[in-house]
């Protein structure tokens, strides 16, 4: 199944980020790459989509096969990141209410909080926390807000929007070496830096009126993004509650709703996916052991907040976002499940 072309249709790069969705659902897979090609050069996309090159990129001896990466629509850099990130205090941001989901990050000693309705249009944000180099991206398609040390053997390195995707999630690529990065695979796919991995920093994804209650002191990312655009709009309104996926996945989950929001632990090879409806059944504290680490789930309903956490309290870098992205990049992933948990 794929997104309804009339509902979620493709706009200019001013007013909705671009994406093209496969229409031929039904066709054989390579029959259906070659119509969505003659699709995209109607629209004026390069024709290269089939080749080792797409939005200007390298593709020649990628970890991931060229096929699975899908043009998603706009240009490189026709979604901007924010390289100039700026930010206000809490009481002046009153542009946000109460219920916005906002990321969070707390780094030596500063908060932050970026909304998502920004972050809906850029998915990019450069930043720095004094002498730290930050990239805090977001992918709307599949939910997932992560933030990464931009650093690379020391390098610091800063990050756009490619234009592709895989599995159905935003591949980015640094200025630098021009080289792809999967954001859930935290990982170079292609390029000079190909193999190389970024380091996964503790993100919270709740509400604007959670994170200000528990960081009263922090800092907003203004609307002073320098590449403005309708921010108090939803380009994505409806996509969440649809069952239907806008791009191909390798594999296909099942057992919950496809845009059931999840935190996905990783702790070395395990992996384990705590769906919000299984830890809505709970108090709101899970004791847990992913390998042989010993965690524990914080969940908060109202804010719609999970957090896993350290036996000593310390917050664990984690993956919060839709089930079927985390599915696709984890298909062997264990599942925390309510009525058959059992405390270590």
Not at 274 to 303: C, H, M, W
Request: proline share 6%; aromatic share 10%; with cysteine.
């Amino acid at each position: 199944m794929f997104l309804d072309r009339k509902r979620y249709r493709a706009r200019t790069d001013n007013d909705v980020p671009n994406r093209f969705a496969p229409v031929f659902p039904a066709c054989p897979m390579k029959l259906r790459q070659i119509l969505l090609c003659l699709v995209l050069i109607a629209a004026g996309a390069p024709a290269t989509v089939l080749s080792q090159e797409m939005n200007g990129f390298d593709l020649n001896g990628s970890l991931i096969p060229s096929e699975q990466i899908h043009y998603g629509g706009p240009s490189k850099d026709g979604i901007p990141a924010i390289d100039k990130p700026d930010f206000t205090k809490a009481g002046l941001a009153t542009f946000l209410h109460n219920d916005d989901t906002v990321l969070g990050m707390v780094r030596n000693g500063i908060a932050r909080a970026y909304p998502v309705r920004i972050l809906n249009w850029h998915e990019v944000v450069n930043d720095r926390f004094d002498k730290d180099v930050v990239v805090v991206t977001f992918c709307p398609l599949c939910g997932t807000g992560v933030a990464f040390d931009a650093r690379i053997d020391g390098r610091a390195l800063s990050f756009g929007v490619s234009g592709l995707l895989y599995n159905s999630d935003v591949l980015l690529y640094d200025r630098q070496t021009q080289s792809l990065w999967s954001q859930l695979l935290a990982q170079a796919i292609s390029g000079p830096m190909k193999g190389q991995r970024l380091t996964l920093l503790p993100l919270t994804h709740t509400t604007w009126a959670d994170w200000r209650k528990s960081h009263s002191a922090t800092e907003v990312l203004s609307l002073n993004t320098e590449q403005p655009r309708p921010y108090a709009r939803d380009p994505y309104a409806g996509y969440e509650s649809s069952e239907d996926i806008m791009f191909p996945v390798a594999f296909r989950a099942a057992g919950y709703h496809p845009k059931e929001r999840v935190l996905g632990v990783r702790i070395g090879e395990q992996t384990k996916a705590y769906p919000f409806v299984e830890l809505g059944k709970t108090a709101g504290v899970v004791s847990d052991r992913v390998g042989n680490t010993a965690l524990t789930i914080r969940f908060d309903r109202q804010a719609s907040r999970a957090t896993a956490h350290t036996a000593d309290g310390q917050q664990l870098p984690a993956v919060v976002g839709y089930w079927f992205a985390w599915y696709a990049f984890n298909p062997k992933t264990a599942v925390f499940r309510a009525g058959e948990h059992r405390s270590p």
